[in-house]
């Protein structure tokens, strides 16, 4: 009977490729991918690895693997958890943040990430949010609006008191995160700062 799974068919062409390889460190890198995908068929997570690869597929912000509603949930969420991700991003309050942990000192930290104020930026038009497809007065509007849809877009922008929002939907933990298009704002407060950082570090004429 046929293997129809992808990870098991493409580790099978990793094979192919490492045996015509010749480059040592190019032999390893393949080395690593095959058993990188080995990894997800021996521990399980061949539907979790469908579904981040149907989330590339989609427009929306990075995914995320879990949200809280305050840094104090998050802080206690990364202190217990027995194997903390490395690397990984989560919402608190609808802000990313990126989950760092290193095994061997136990280090846990969860510093903020402007990944979605990047991510607005690049989804402006001439300085402006695309048009909303529908407005509402409250969060809780916006929410139930949403969830009773037939089929939940990954992303959709709206109008929330007045204001233009990205509203994002994370399928994978069932979370609908709100994301002011005023963030941007932020990061040209961000760039400003290095600009005027940089040049105060510039040496002058008689240095």
Do not use: C
């Not at 400003?192 to 008689?206: M, N, Q, T, V």
């Amino acid at each position: 009977m046929k293997n129809e799974s992808p990870t098991f068919e493409a580790i099978n062409l990793l094979g192919l490729i490492h045996e015509k390889t010749e480059s040592a460190e190019e032999k390893e890198l393949l080395l690593t991918a095959a058993e990188a995908l080995r990894f997800i068929e021996t521990t399980g997570q061949q539907y979790e690895f469908n579904d981040y690869r149907q989330d590339l597929r989609t427009e929306g912000p990075a995914m995320v693997i879990a949200s809280f509603a305050t840094r104090d949930e998050a802080e206690a969420w990364l202190k217990n958890h027995p194997k903390p991700p490395h690397r990984a991003a989560v919402l608190i309050a609808d802000e990313y943040h990126t989950v760092y942990y290193w095994r061997d000192t136990n280090v846990r930290k969860m510093p903020s990430t402007p990944f979605i104020e990047f991510y607005l930026e690049e989804m402006m038009q001439d300085g402006r949010p695309p048009p909303p497809v529908a407005s509402f007065d409250t969060r809780e509007q916006a929410r139930a609006w949403f969830y009773g849809l037939s089929e939940r877009p990954s992303q959709a922008i709206i109008q929330l008191a007045g204001e233009p929002y990205l509203a994002a939907y994370h399928r994978n933990i069932d979370h609908l995160a709100f994301h002011s298009f005023s963030l941007v704002e932020g990061l040209k407060e961000w760039r400003k700062s290095l600009d005027e950082k940089k040049r105060s570090e510039e040496p002058g004429p008689h240095s």
